[in-house]
């Protein structure tokens, strides 16, 4: 069966083209898609569909057929089966980039696809359904990573901020032109005070004989712990280690087809629980 999309991004076409040439960027956007090996060419991946109680992973692999970068087109060609043996899928990608604006490309997909097993149960109308709304997850996706992407070339990373309001770093004269600081410049206000307490303290103690008294005993007594314990901080505490990574999620076919057969058979199963909502009552007269 043939299937066609058609989306868009918002980047200029060179930033869409390389994101395109570059399958582990944009592998990750695919549902239940996972690569695990790429080389430029060709490539092998993963991919795991849930249909209904049933769970299929296909593995396969796949290579460029084609790469104009002049014209911006691109063919792919893939294959897979199931590990288990329940159904192949073979597919004839061809994508075509038409910039239609200085940061927005669109991007025609041509599908040529040909599955065996349970998935072949649904037909062209049913799997262009689908498709359409895999493509509206996967185009969302690709317009996060791409919008991310520092290299885009948009000026927004990678610069020094100018203008009014942004204070410019001092200078290698100016930092040496200024004074060092001194000992008592780098005490806190807190350390500053306590010291001039503890000062004032001493010249008290020392002017007379009781107060000297005072003071001798005290310094004979062991001083009594004072020390403040302090909560420990989320920096003073080590971020645990986080769970393995979990696997890539299965896509779920079974719920995405499921809305778009209510929609397209509704009427057809509606109608056939009226006639038979009917002969029950009919029956149950007679």
């Not at 996972?34 to 049933?54: Q, Y």
């Not at 010249?203 to 003071?215: D, E, F, K, L, Q």
């Not at 995405?256 to 199963?269: G, N, S």
């Amino acid at each position: 069966m043939e299937l066609s999309h058609r989306f868009t991004v918002p980047v200029s076409i060179e930033v869409a083209w390389a994101a395109f040439n570059d399958l582990e960027q944009i592998a990750p956007c695919f549902p239940g898609a996972a690569l695990t090996s790429f080389d430029g060419e060709r490539f092998e991946g993963l991919c795991k569909v849930k249909l209904g109680p049933i769970s299929l992973q296909y593995t396969g692999t796949g290579r460029f057929v084609e790469r104009d970068e002049t014209a911006k087109r691109a063919v792919i060609e893939a294959k897979g089966k199931d590990k288990r043996g329940n159904g192949t899928a073979a597919a004839a990608v061809t994508a075509r980039l038409i910039a239609t604006g200085d940061n927005v490309t669109d991007v025609e997909v041509k599908t040529d696809l040909s599955i065996t097993g349970r998935p072949a149960q649904f037909g062209r109308g049913v799997m262009q359904e689908v498709s359409d709304k895999l493509l509206t997850q996967f185009t969302a996706c690709l317009e996060t990573r791409l919008g991310n992407d520092p290299g885009r070339g948009d000026g927004s990373a990678g610069g020094e901020e100018t203008g009014p309001g942004v204070v410019a770093p001092p200078s290698a004269a100016e930092v040496a032109a200024a004074p060092a600081d001194t000992e008592a410049d780098r005490r806190t206000p807190i350390a500053a005070e306590a010291e001039r307490v503890a000062k004032s303290s001493s010249r008290s103690a020392a002017s007379t004989p009781v107060m000297s008294g005072i003071a001798t005993s005290a310094r004979a007594r062991p001083a009594a712990d004072t020390t403040v314990w302090s909560q420990p901080t989320a920096a003073d505490t080590p971020w645990p280690a986080g769970p393995p990574r979990a696997a890539e999620p299965e896509l779920d076919l079974g719920a995405t087809v499921l809305p778009v057969l209510l929609k397209r058979y509704a009427a057809q199963v509606v109608g056939a629980i009226a006639v038979l909502w009917v002969l029950k009552k009919v029956l149950s007269r007679g």
